[in-house]
């Protein structure tokens, strides 16, 4: 598994390096903390924190939890602040929804738009993405939830696609997501010039194996 891994590694180097000639990684060694799992304060109204989107901005840290709320099982994104990464204080539900939703990602377009991704269940456990828009202050506007990424019947991504990605470079972005047809996952590449028409690459993923999302692209700030 550790060489499998590996190898994946070096092929997402290759492509990233391919597709994005001017972006700088500086890939950093990871070293697992020894008195993991961390214990998470301050949800005690809500079960199933099972997935987040953190963030550091050199004084506090920034996240987005996927939870569901206990008082009337609803699904919902929350956004909160720490300034340890275990003790969080919650700033907004951001989203509220009777449907299974999760693998936030939240992506800044200026210093005052923000565009929150994120992957919806739908009936027969189909999985789409989606985006909502928010404004410095966490504002969001529910008129501006759009559905960006569909299934694509009688391909590789047939049955759900998830966990998008989007990183920029220069006038375009590129959105990295995970796809299944029922049997196998892979991952795929889509790119947009507004956010919310997006074109499949190539019609192969870029990688016929792979795991299940959620995936992290590490570049530099110039593209965050």
């Known amino acids: 598994m550790t060489e499998k891994r590996f190898f994946f590694s070096i092929i ?5 390096s391919t597709f994005f000639p001017t972006l700088s ?6 070293t697992k903390y020894l008195q993991n799992p961390l214990t998470i304060n301050s949800f005690s ?3 199933n924190i ?4 953190v963030s550091y901005n050199g004084i506090n840290f920034e996240s987005i939890f996927s939870a569901k709320r206990i008082s009337d099982n609803k699904y919902v994104l929350l956004l909160a602040n720490s300034t340890n990464a275990s003790n969080w204080q919650i700033i907004k539900e951001a989203l509220v929804t009777n449907a299974n939703i999760f693998a936030p990602r939240m992506f800044k377009i200026s210093s005052n738009q923000l565009l929150l991704i994120y992957t919806q269940e739908y009936p027969s456990d189909h999985l789409k993405i989606k985006t909502i828009a928010f404004d410095s202050n966490y504002q969001c506007d529910p008129n501006s939830i759009k559905l960006i990424k569909d299934v694509l019947p ?6 759900s696609v998830y966990s998008g990605y989007i990183v920029k470079n220069n006038n375009s972005y590129f959105m990295f997501y995970g ?11 889509a790119t947009s010039t507004d956010l919310e028409n997006w074109t499949n690459c190539q019609s192969p993923p870029i990688f016929a194996q792979s795991y299940d999302g959620s995936f992290i692209v590490q570049n530099d700030a110039s593209t965050d």
Not at 12 to 16: A, D, E, G, R
Request: proline share 3%.
């Open 45 to 47: 109204n809500y079960s």
């Open 12 to 16: 997402l180097l290759f492509v990233f």
């Open 50 to 53: 099972l997935q987040s989107n």
């Open 179 to 189: 796809g299944y047809n029922g049997s196998s996952r892979a991952m795929g590449l």
């Open 154 to 159: 009688n391909t590789w991504q047939s049955h």
């Open 25 to 30: 990684f500086a890939f950093d060694p990871y």
